[in-house]
Structures are given as C-alpha cells and as structure tokens.
Nanobody, 124 residues
C-alpha cells in the first residue's frame, strides 16, 4: 500500500504562485506515474498534470499549460506542482495520485493511490 502526502496549498491572490508537493511512502511500479487532480465544489474531479517518473515525461491539461509545471524531486517518490499566474478558476482541492504505467494519465479511475488533498484558493 502506497501512501501519498500532499503539502503546499493555501490562499493567494490572482496572478500569484504556489508550489504543491507530494511524497509517496515508497516508489514501486504501481506508483510510476504521479499525477495531480483537482476538484471544485459541485464539479467533477479533473486531471491537472502527471509525470511518469521513470522516464520524466510530463503531461498537462490544456487549462494549465504554460502556467503549471510538474517536476520530480531528487527522489523518485516526490513530485512538485509549481503553479504560476493563478486564476480564481484554479480554486479547488488538489489531490496527488499514483498509478502504474498503463492507462491514461488523465483518467482518475486508473489511479490506485490517492492523497488526502490540499486546498488551493485564489481570490480575484
């Protein structure tokens, strides 16, 4: 069982930046891909970004391309999400998730492990 722990959420004004961190309790083949999802009240959970840590390939939702960057820490069990030029519509609970190599990075049901979430609030 892989446990994920997020940190770094908070409140910021539009145009500001935040960096989220996610650390997995262990690195295994079933946590090769680490992703970030978000869910705003009354909306479905949506994919934000993901990184296949064994090969370093990042993927982004169109809504965050050019503003968010997903990266890997020195250890393969840690990923970061640098969020710049934040907008009020980025306000949501952000979740870290992990899965193996198979399946689409943007599909929540493909992920085996989830963190508890960290709140991001962007005010106008």
């Amino acid at each position: 069982q892989v446990h994920l722990m997020e940190s770094g959420g908070g409140s910021v004004q539009a145009g500001g930046s935040l960096r989220l961190s996610c650390t997995a309790s262990e690195y295994t083949s079933s946590s090769n891909c680490m992703g970030w999802f978000r869910q705003a009240p009354g909306k479905e959970r949506e994919a934000v970004a993901a990184l296949y840590t064994s090969i370093g390939s990042p993927y982004y939702a169109d809504s965050v391309k050019g503003r968010f960057t997903i990266s890997q820490g020195n250890a393969k069990n840690t990923v970061y999400l640098q969020m710049n030029s934040l907008k009020p519509e980025d306000t949501a609970m952000y979740y870290c998730a992990a899965k193996g190599l198979r399946g689409g990075w943007f599909l929540p049901h493909e992920y085996n492990y989830w963190g508890q979430g960290t709140q991001v609030t962007v005010s106008s």
